[in-house]
């Protein structure tokens, strides 16, 4: 691995994409421990569990120093490589509910070298939670695996929800066999995914991040230590998971409500106590991989047109404006932070849906996209954006997330409730023209000589308020730059007999390194046609 910032543990992005290697529960048509044990279940004693204790005790171990997992078997898991935990396989028919009464049977991810922190699972029925207890016998692996050599109760890597028993359409209408298919996956630190409506893994949510890309100190990734799943009744439409969260700096209790509909929706409550003090903390963080796109692409660096698994975030202020700020892959660590108040959401999407815009069979174009949907009343702070430069798409480099504007000091809590959309696009779009397309070209007019320093910039607007213009006329550009003069600025029709769809075009001259801040939306007489386009260029 690169030794560079990361956004993530030093984990290869290609062991949370493959959702390849299971761990155990087992089948339960009832919760009586008997029952569950006679099918293969082991299960700790029973004890109280409801969701305020869950808080209070959090807020408990947020007053006491930190004390990190305890790791079983340091040595073993070590040699639990990326090849030997893909030979480690959970045995479908040890799925927690697999026989009921859940539709949604629950599986289970090994420990490894990638994974080594253990995590303790219970099952909760009726307010009473016993403690799932690990068992190689719950697992497919070879005779030589090193997994055979830890013991029994070392904790799992964390769980999936497999699909419905009772079959869920796959894309093509086909019905998705629950054994081979899941639909969200818990893994890592305190990372999660789901697949969206696509049908494909892509980029990641978190239960907190703790002072990312904060120059001086590293970043630290807090641990879902603890985790419960709650039995669903038979005709369930959720399912219900509790979480304690725990790091060096915070300890903190969550309540995920999940739906697996059109996408998937999450209904997230959580309850967050500060041990120390935190220069970045962000709330709802998103976490994903851009490498390149159209816009901006290294000569011969890959054969591909574009990798990334987002290539935009996506704003609805509070004040009510849309907005649309394009990825970069920069030569250096750089935060962009936009103000609000009460924000309505914001998103790391993949718009860009083309399969020949990447060319490539890991199905990028299928790749979710993120939204998150606060809840109640965040107050004053900002949507922080961080992008690391990256020279590989194993690596994941974009993180997006609220930050609140007051400091975050010892001793502090935060109750954040927020929804989030895994679709293929916005929950709520608004009829706007929306940017598809952001191109960077050498400035001036073609034939004749191109001026130096002089770089053009071509955005593409589509959507049903570009229809309605009349023929003949144009909108006018509305743009604006934190340096620099701005020169050629005008708006036309692309050229490809599609309605609604035109472009702003200008030529920008500027000279120093420091990066330039750009604004661009599309006006016809005092109606706003556009969202509004968001631009950090990086004069080379």
């Known amino acids: 691995m690169p030794s560079r910032p990361q956004t993530s543990p030093v984990i290869d992005r290609r062991l949370l994409l493959a959702g390849a290697a299971g761990t155990a529960a087992l089948a339960a048509a009832g919760f009586a421990g008997p029952a569950l044990a006679q099918q293969g279940l082991r299960l700790g004693e029973a004890e109280s569990f409801s969701f305020d204790g869950l808080k209070e005790r959090a807020r408990d171990l947020a007053r006491k120093p930190y004390q990190a997992p305890p790791n079983p078997k340091p040595d073993v898991l070590e040699r639990i490589d990326y090849d030997a935990h893909g030979k480690i396989r959970f045995k479908p028919e040890m799925a927690l509910w697999a026989d009921g009464p859940s539709p949604w049977p629950v599986t289970f991810f090994h420990l490894g070298r990638y994974f080594q922190k253990p995590v303790r699972m219970h099952v909760l029925d009726g307010g009473k939670a016993r403690e799932i207890v690990y068992d190689e016998a719950y697992f497919e692996m070879p005779a030589d695996s090193p997994a055979r050599q830890l013991p029994r109760g070392a904790g799992f890597a964390g769980f999936r929800f497999q699909e419905s028993r009772s079959g869920h359409p796959g894309p093509k209408g086909e019905t998705l066999d629950w054994k081979k298919n899941d639909w969200v996956a818990f893994l890592g630190a305190s990372y999660f995914r789901a697949i969206g409506e696509l049908y494909q893994y892509g ?227 608004p009829p706007l023209g929306r940017v598809v397309a952001t191109r960077l070209g050498n400035g001036g007019q073609p034939g004749t000589a191109r001026p130096k320093g002089v770089r053009k910039f071509m955005v593409e607007f589509k959507g049903p308020a570009l229809e309605t213009i009349p023929f003949g006329v144009k909108p006018e550009v509305v743009l604006s730059a934190s340096r620099g003069s701005l020169s050629y600025v005008f708006a036309e029709a692309v050229p490809n007999d599609v309605p609604g769809h035109w472009r702003a075009q200008f030529d920008l001259t500027a000279g120093g390194t420091d990066p330039i801040e750009m604004r661009c939306f599309l006006r016809g007489g005092d109606k706003v046609l556009t969202e509004t386009w968001l631009y950090q260029y990086l004069p080379a």
């Not at 641990?223 to 039995?231: A, K, N, P």
């Not at 790091?247 to 106590?273: C, N, T």
């Not at 574009?306 to 704003?315: F, K, M, N, T, V």
């Open 203 to 429: 980029l990641s949510a978190r239960g907190l991040a703790v002072d990312p890309a904060v120059g001086g100190k590293p970043e630290e990734f807090p641990d879902f230590t603890h985790v419960w799943l709650e039995t669903p009744q038979a005709a369930a439409e959720h399912v219900v998971v509790y979480a304690l969260l725990s790091g060096p700096s915070v300890a903190g209790a969550f309540r995920f409500r999940m739906h697996r509909g059109k996408g998937v929706l999450m209904e997230i409550e959580s309850q967050i106590y500060l041990r120390k003090d935190v220069e970045r903390l962000g709330i709802a963080p998103l976490t994903s991989m851009y490498w390149y796109s159209e816009t901006a692409k290294a000569t011969m660096v890959d054969w591909r047109p574009e990798i990334h698994d987002s290539d935009g975030l996506a704003l609805w202020t509070g004040a009510g404006e849309r907005a649309w700020r394009p990825l970069n892959n920069p030569p250096r660590t750089i935060a962009s932070s936009f103000v609000d108040t009460n924000p309505r959401g914001f998103g790391l999407m993949q718009r860009d849906r083309a399969f020949d815009h990447y060319m490539d069979g890991v199905f990028y174009e299928r790749r979710p996209s993120l939204w998150v949907e606060p809840v109640g009343d965040w107050g004053k702070g900002a949507v922080q954006l961080i992008e690391i430069p990256t020279d590989d798409e194993i690596h994941d480099n974009i993180v997006a997330m609220w930050v609140p504007a007051e400091p975050a000091k010892a001793g502090a809590s935060y109750s954040f409730a927020y929804r989030l959309h895994w679709l293929a696009d916005e929950p709520f779009p």
